[in-house]
C-alpha cells in the first residue's frame, strides 16, 4: 500500500526536539534518570498532582511495573476490558494472573462499571480501567467498588493525557492520578511523543519506594544517590524499565509545547464533531457520547454495521485519506480465547467490528478530510441500497 495522502498520524515535532538530544549528549550522560528525565518528572508531578512520575522507555513497561507492585501471582483474577490494548493484559498475564474480561458500554467503548461487581470473586485483586480516546472512566464508581472489595485500582491512561475526570464533589482531577496507580504512553501515535515512551505514576504511597527498585533493575541505586544509603545492591526483582536522556531530551520539547499542542487537537476535534453531528444518519453511524472532558487524542465514529464501515473506509481510502478500525477483543484472541471463561462480550465485538477512526494530527488538513466526508453522505445511498435490494429479490 502507497503512502496516503493524509495519513491516519503523522507524529508533530514542537521544533526544538534535536536542539535538545543535542545538549543532554554534549552533557556527557546519556544514560536514564538524568536531568532531563527529571525536568519531565517534576514537570508532570506538578501539573497534574502525581504523588509520583516515572518515566519509561512505553507505557507497556509502565503497565508492567504496575503488574509488579500490585504483587498478582498465579491464582490473582484482574479484571479489564476487552476491548483494549494487548499491553494492558500482559502485563498482567505475564505475572500469571488470570485476566477476567469485562465488557465496554453501550454508548461508549470505556468499561461497562455497572457490569463490573458481578465479575469479582474472593481471588479478584485488581480493576484496570482504560481511558478509551482520553475519555475518562466513571472513577467514583470504580473506587468505590475497589474500596469495598479491598482491590487495587490500575489506571490504563496511554490516550489519556492531559484529560480529566470531575467526580460526584465537583473537583477536576487529571486521569491517572485517581487510581493508586496510572500508566501513560507517549509512543508517536499519542498526543504527546518521545517516539516510544511511558510514565508510571504513583498516588498510594505504599508503592513510592518499591517503584524506584523495580526501575532501577532491582536495584536502591536511586536511594543510593540521594544518600538514604551508603552503598547500593541487589534487594528486589525489577527491569531496565528507565528510559534513555535521548528519549527525555524529545519529550522534554514536547512537553515544552503541550498546552499548543492540546488546543490544536481539540480545534480539528470540534471542527470534526460539528461537521458530522448533523450527517450522521446519512453516513449509518454515530458519534459516541461523551459525558465527561476529552483530550482530542481521537476521533471516532460508531457505524450500524460492518458493512457501513467498509464502504466508509474504501471511499476515504480512494482519496487517499486513511481511516482505520481499532481493537478485536482480547477475550477471543488466539493466545486467550482458550483461557477466557466463555462469556459472551456483546459491545466489545461490536465495537471491533464497527468502529472507525479519522485522522487526527497536529498538522491535520482537517477540513479536506470533511469535505470527503460531505461527497460520501451526498451519494444517494438509499436509492442505491434499494436497487440492490431490488435485483437480489428477482434472483
Ligand atoms: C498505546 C497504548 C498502550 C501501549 O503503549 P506503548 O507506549 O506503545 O507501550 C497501552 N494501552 C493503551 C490503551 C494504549 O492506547
Known amino acids: 500500500m502507497g503512502e496516503s495522502r493524509i495519513p491516519f498520524n503523522k507524529p508533530y515535532m514542537s521544533g526544538r526536539e534535536t536542539e535538545y538530544i543535542a545538549e543532554a549528549v554534549a552533557s556527557g550522560k546519556i544514560c536514564g534518570n538524568g536531568i532531563f528525565t527529571k525536568k519531565c518528572q517534576a514537570f508532570f508531578e506538578k501539573k497534574y498532582g502525581f504523588k509520583k512520575a516515572l518515566l519509561t522507555s512505553s507505557c507497556t513497561d509502565a503497565l508492567e511495573m504496575a503488574a509488579i507492585l500490585t504483587g498478582v ?18 502485563a498482567f498475564v505475564r505475572q500469571g494472573a488470570t485476566i477476567v474480561f469485562a465488557d465496554s458500554r453501550a454508548d461508549n467503548p470505556n468499561i461497562d462499571t455497572a457490569k463490573i461487581e458481578a465479575l469479582v470473586t474472593p481471588r479478584t485483586k485488581v480493576i484496570v480501567p482504560v481511558h478509551y480516546a482520553g475519555v475518562a472512566c466513571e472513577m467514583d464508581e470504580i473506587m468505590d467498588i475497589a474500596k469495598r472489595h479491598n482491590l487495587l485500582v490500575v489506571e490504563d491512561a ?16 487529571p486521569l491517572g492520578s485517581i487510581g493508586h496507580l496510572g500508566c501513560f504512553s507517549f509512543h508517536e501515535t499519542k498526543n504527546i511523543i518521545a517516539g516510544e515512551g511511558g510514565m508510571l505514576t504513583i498516588n498510594d504511597e505504599r508503592f513510592m519506594a518499591r517503584s524506584e527498585i523495580i526501575w532501577e533493575k532491582g536495584t536502591n541505586r536511586s536511594q543510593f544517590f540521594r544518600g538514604e544509603v551508603n552503598k547500593y545492591g541487589w534487594v528486589d526483582i525489577g527491569s531496565s524499565f528507565l528510559p534513555s536522556e535521548l528519549q527525555s531530551a524529545f519529550l522534554w520539547a514536547q512537553i515544552e509545547n503541550i498546552e499548543r499542542i492540546q488546543s490544536k487537537r481539540i480545534e480539528h476535534w470540534n471542527k470534526y464533531r460539528a461537521a458530522i453531528e448533523p450527517l450522521q444518519e446519512k453516513l449509518h453511524c454515530r458519534l459516541p457520547d461523551i459525558p465527561q472532558c476529552n483530550n482530542a487524542h481521537m476521533f471516532y465514529v460508531v457505524f450500524d454495521s460492518l458493512e457501513h464501515r467498509t464502504k466508509f473506509v474504501e471511499f476515504m481510502r480512494e482519496r487517499s485519506i486513511l481511516c482505520v478500525f481499532h481493537y478485536l477483543s482480547l477475550h477471543s484472541s488466539p493466545f486467550y480465547a482458550e483461557k477466557h471463561d466463555g462469556r459472551a462480550l456483546p459491545e466489545s465485538d461490536r465495537y471491533s467490528d464497527t468502529l472507525l477512526r479519522l485522522p487526527m494530527y497536529y498538522e491535520l488538513p482537517v477540513e479536506e478530510v470533511i469535505a470527503a466526508i460531505r461527497e460520501f453522505a451526498a451519494i444517494p445511498r438509499q436509492k442505491n441500497e434499494k436497487q440492490v435490494q431490488y435485483r437480489a429479490d428477482r434472483s
Open 158 to 173: 496511554a490516550q489519556a493525557i492531559d484529560s480529566y475526570y470531575t467526580g460526584k464533589d465537583g473537583v477536576r482531577r
Open 73 to 90: 501471582g498465579p491464582g490473582d483474577e484482574v479484571i479489564i476490558p476487552s476491548y483494549t490494548f494487548v499491553s494492558t493484559a500482559l
